[in-house]
């Protein structure tokens, strides 16, 4: 199963997408994720990403279908697979049509969440080294500035500051959320869900949609 989770930055899309990966038994592939990999590593990739997310714009679409198609081409990707975060632009989904044919997904889930409580979220949003996200307010690590989980000292994103989150949203509202109505023409299975409420709920009623 080729699944997309879609929807603005702090939607909840990456902490669904990993909860659902791992009931459905298939990889999380998160091009975020990836590409601070890549910066933190400082690879060539990274250092032509970095300064373009801190803006908080596109990494070039090249680069990153090239990066992942390189990822999906893995083993553990051979029956399936959750991409969260790409594609993020027509011409990213293009490249998953050439390369799968049809749409090149199964089914697509929307997270919608409204502007100001993305702020809110994305604004008070911690992660540490090692991928664990924590909010200010909503779900703070019981260290404080520490991971509760793996030790490893928490940190904000510098991509999470308010003004440049206004600028990723304003970027999500011009390039991806088209892709809502590129892909309700398709024929792939397309579910709305609402992103606010609980964690665990949004999950349920998403596996809900995907396994009736
Ligand atoms: P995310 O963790 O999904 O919010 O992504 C963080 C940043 O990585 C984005 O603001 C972009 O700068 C970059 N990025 C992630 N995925 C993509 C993509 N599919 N296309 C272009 N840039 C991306």
């Known amino acids: 199963m080729?699944?997309?989770?879609?929807g603005p930055p702090g939607a909840g899309k990456g902490t669904q997408a990993k909860r659902v990966a791992a009931n459905l038994e298939i990889p999380h592939i998160a091009t975020g994720d990836m590409l601070r990999q890549a910066v933190s590593e400082g690879t060539?990739?990274?250092?032509?990403?970095?300064?373009?997310?801190?803006?908080?714009?596109?990494?070039?679409?090249?680069?990153?279908i090239g990066m992942?198609?390189?990822?999906?081409a893995r083993d553990d990707a051979s029956a399936g697979f959750i991409l969260d975060g790409f594609p993020r632009t027509i011409g990213q989904a293009a490249a998953l049509e050439d390369r799968?044919?049809?749409?090149?997904?199964?089914?697509?889930?929307?997270?919608d969440v409204d502007s100001d409580e993305i702020v809110r979220r994305i604004s008070?949003?911690?992660?540490?080294?090692?991928?664990h996200v924590f909010?200010?307010?909503?779900?703070?690590?019981?260290?404080?500035?520490?991971?509760?989980?793996?030790?490893?000292?928490?940190?904000?994103?510098?991509d999470d500051q308010v003004e440049?989150?206004?600028?990723?949203?304003?970027?999500?509202?011009?390039?991806?959320?088209?892709?809502?109505a590129?892909?309700?023409?398709?024929?792939?299975?397309?579910?709305?869900?609402?992103?606010?409420?609980?964690?665990d709920s949004i999950t349920d009623a998403i596996m809900a949609a995907l396994r009736p």
């Open 2 to 6: 080729r699944l997309l989770f879609l």
């Open 44 to 64: 060539d990739l990274g250092l032509k990403a970095r300064a373009i997310m801190e803006r908080g714009d596109l990494v070039p679409d090249d680069l990153v």
């Open 68 to 72: 992942l198609m390189e990822r999906i």
């Open 100 to 111: 799968f044919g049809g749409a090149g997904l199964d089914a697509a889930v929307v997270i």
């Open 124 to 131: 008070g949003r911690r992660m540490c080294g090692n991928g």
């Open 135 to 158: 909010h200010v307010d909503d779900a703070p690590s019981t260290e404080g500035d520490t991971c509760d989980q793996c030790g490893e000292p928490t940190y904000q994103r510098e």
């Open 164 to 180: 440049t989150v206004r600028n990723r949203l304003g970027v999500y509202r011009e390039l991806t959320e088209p892709l809502i």
């Open 182 to 199: 590129f892909y309700q023409d398709r024929q792939i299975d397309f579910y709305r869900v609402d992103g606010v409420g609980g964690v």
